[in-house]
């Protein structure tokens, strides 16, 4: 299937505005995501823009490419305008069609589903003499998506949430009026043989994880002390069972802790390659990206504020979203503070951004995404790491604001240095550089 893809305007014309807001720019913004889902998720689809960055192109110019491709489906994507008295969504065909037509019945199916996710009035099903519309040799529809000139439209144009989740509607209704075939995921290899080990402290001092594990052995519960070399440092874990299954270590784990015993955690050994880092020993290889965080969010932020006073809070976002995805946030906090210097923003990405992760960021030319608050910046940041730590399907209590979601390989870096020239290019040491920072956030000198 060809789908041309047409955001409206662009260049020395800026369509509707209003709110502060071109109406170009979001037309832009909404197709390119349109793409990435469809590219990214279903077999069988080429998509071919009309434009991809600001120019000016006419609309013969459109519709001309459109028709010598070949396309089998056109699609214009556009923001509407009405003294700021109008709201709401419509979407049109060509006014000599008729109800049961080829393109009206895609775009029944195209309308239903937009309406699922854009949050905006149904205004209902339109036809009209637009060129593009008259002169495409394909079916084609144009969508109006809201009143840049209405302030709850607008609001929710400023929302790079509302604006994957309109690309996301429009995606889906061209999947499912075209049967496009959702591609296979090839799932993470499960391990044939895991063991899950409860850790009871680590300590670089052997007396404190002998007291440790005689405490513990007091209370009725077996314990032993273990050594292991990190970096070359030896550390003494305090070990307090070890089990083939992951609830009944999560069950020790909750006996260890009921002891008033909080630094424990659970380690995965076997062939497996997403062990559980221990919290206190930063290690080059092994960390994985899933996993709890042990960082609370006042050390978080203590920690960076030995470093930059002047730093923003973000500890809670960090500790909140690591929890709901199941992901490191204490080690995504130190990724953080690697790509912003300590959240100083000297490089290419600026404060405004509120883009702690340098998603999409490729040098001084492009800054990368931009994200309207700092808990946005950080829920992006998360579902990024998700993309690459996980194929499971992303949790949807939270609206997906990663713009660059759908362009990860899911699942194909499940460890922080996998990251290695993946999310940082050549970045060879890119893992490595966020573990070291991470370890020298558990000097109590730091805070």
Known sequence: MKLYLDPGHGGSDPGAQGNGLNEKDIT???????????????????????????????????TNEANSWGANFYMAIHINAFNGTAQGYEDYIYSNLSDSSTTARYRE????EVMKLNQLIDRGKKKANFHVLRESAMPAILSENGFIDHAHDAALMKQSSWRQNVAQGHANGIAKAFNLK??????????????????????????????????????????????????????????????????NAEARQEEIQNLGITDTFIITEGTSPTTTPTPSEPTPTGYSILGQTFLSPEHMNLYVKTVNPHAIELGDFYLTFGEYYGIRGDIAFAQALHETNYFRFTGTVKPAQNNYAGIGTTGPDNP????????????????????????????????????????????????????????????????????????????????
């Open 368 to 447: 990368g995404a931009s994200f309207a608050t700092p808990e946005e910046g950080v829920l992006a940041h998360l579902q990024h790491l998700f993309a690459y730590a996980s194929t499971k399907v992303l949790p949807d209590e939270y609206p997906l604001v990663d713009p660059r979601f759908y362009l990860v390989k899911r699942g194909s870096a499940p460890t922080w240095t996998a990251l290695n020239g993946i999310w940082a290019v050549p970045g060879t040491t890119y893992g490595q550089s966020i573990l070291s920072l991470y370890g020298k956030m558990h000097s109590p000198n730091k805070i």
């Open 28 to 62: 832009l913004d909404i197709a390119l995501k349109i793409r990435t889902i469809l590219i990214n998720n279903y077999e069988n689809i080429e998509v071919k823009m009309s434009r991809t960055t600001d120019i000016t192109k006419s609309l013969s110019q459109r």
């Open 109 to 112: 199916i195209i309308h239903a």
């Open 182 to 247: 959702p591609k296979s995921v090839s799932p993470v290899p499960v391990p044939s043989e895991t063991i899950y080990k409860v850790i009871a402290g680590s300590f670089k001092q052997r007396n404190n994880a002998d007291n440790r594990a005689a405490f513990i052995e007091s209370k009725g519960i077996e314990a032993f002390v273990m050594t292991t070399t990190i970096s070359g440092e030896i550390w003494y874990r305090v070990q307090a069972g070890a089990f083939s299954n992951r609830a």
